[in-house]
């Protein structure tokens, strides 16, 4: 836990235009967004960078969409649909094995630096100065915008963990704290699948890949070499010098909620933003941020003003920070004493702490995964959750 989070007014919490514009903080942005990804288009140009990706994600992670709904929008048997279950996959991981998605699922990486830690990186790599162009574009994408497309993070998280032997949790942190859709699990799960700690294989790239799919025209790069010597050759000059991550907690000054014990009370968290869920119920509404989980997981202030943003597409619904356990537990005894309504949450892996009655998570394939163990990868739970 950081001593001294800093804490900021709310109002001073405000989204570039740009970001703002580009991802429009609200469902009806989502559902706009959904009706017009084209899946075909999608299957077929999804890794080039220009292509026609959904950019559903920050609506996905935040719940203003869910999987089933946009499963029934593109079907359940493309391509789309394939990568949607990752999401599934990722979230069914983290709710049997808690916080073991953030230790090394099946094995080290394969590189790791002599000052490898959780929170440091190549310098060249967080100052987007690599050299290489369509790394250092990612960079400025992360930074300035929150978003990503996922093929040039697989590239950074490559660089940095392979080329320059940086900890993968390092990384994991870094484009937590930045991307707007970054989802605990699905971004160290991803980060693990491309380090190799919770995968067959590493994932490594070369130049010539990110030419193919970045529209760049470069060449002799730290990253023009053969496989094998990305993975086990020399450190490249650019990433030997390494730095710690600066990542500051930020908290909005708001005060714990007040609950009235004579009002059911449903509690939403940030993975859980749908209006529409239990609607037509007269309820206290309220948003409880935990100061715990963001010293731990912190995240910039633009990704703390658009969540807020996005918490206005639930009527009614007011932000407190506040730890869960200290705010649910005596409502829920009090409840069960019949002296108090209920107070009530929606599932979520990242809120497993949190007391009291909970509605179950929307999916379209996690469910039916019948073992009790998480799947030891996506291919053995697609092949038992793929649509017959």
Known sequence: MVANPTRIDPAELRLPPAVAATFPPSRAAGLARLAAVDPVAYARTRNHLRGAVTRLSPYLTHGLLSVPE?????????????ELAWREFFQLVHAREGAGILRDRFRRQPRSAPDAGPRRLPRALVEGHTG????????????????????????????????????????????????????????????????????????LMDQANLNRFADTHQVGTFLDRP????????????????????????????????????????LYHPWGLDPNWRAAEDADRWL???????????????????LLAAARSVPG????????????????VAADRGEAAAARHRAHPAVAHWPGPRD????????????????????AFWRAVAPR
């Open 70 to 82: 946009v499963v029934a929008a593109v079907g359940d048997d493309g391509k789309l649909a394939q």
């Open 132 to 203: 290489v162009a369509a790394l250092d574009a990612a960079v400025r994408a992360l930074v300035d915008a929150g978003y990503v497309h996922n093929h040039a993070r697989m590239w950074l998280a490559a660089t940095a963990c392979h080329l320059a032997g940086a900890d993968w949790r390092a990384g994991a942190a870094w484009f937590h704290f930045h991307l707007l859709d970054g989802d605990l699990a699905s971004n160290a799960l991803s980060w693990q699948w491309v380090a190799g700690s919770g995968s067959a294989k590493p994932y």
């Open 227 to 266: 496989h094998d010597d990305l993975l086990a050759g020399p450190v490249p000059e650019a990433l030997r010098e390494s730095i710690g991550l600066d990542l500051p907690v930020t908290l909005p000054d708001l005060p714990p909620p007040e609950l009235d014990p004579r009002r059911s009370a449903l």
């Open 288 to 306: 409880l941020l935990e100061p715990a989980f963001l010293a731990r997981h912190p995240w910039s202030p633009m990704r703390l003003a658009w």
């Open 317 to 332: 619904l007011r932000v407190a920070v506040a730890d869960a356990r200290e705010v649910l537990a005596p409502r829920v």
């Open 360 to 379: 179950p998570l929307p999916t379209t394939f996690a469910h039916r995964w019948t073992v009790d163990a998480a799947p030891r990868s996506f291919s």
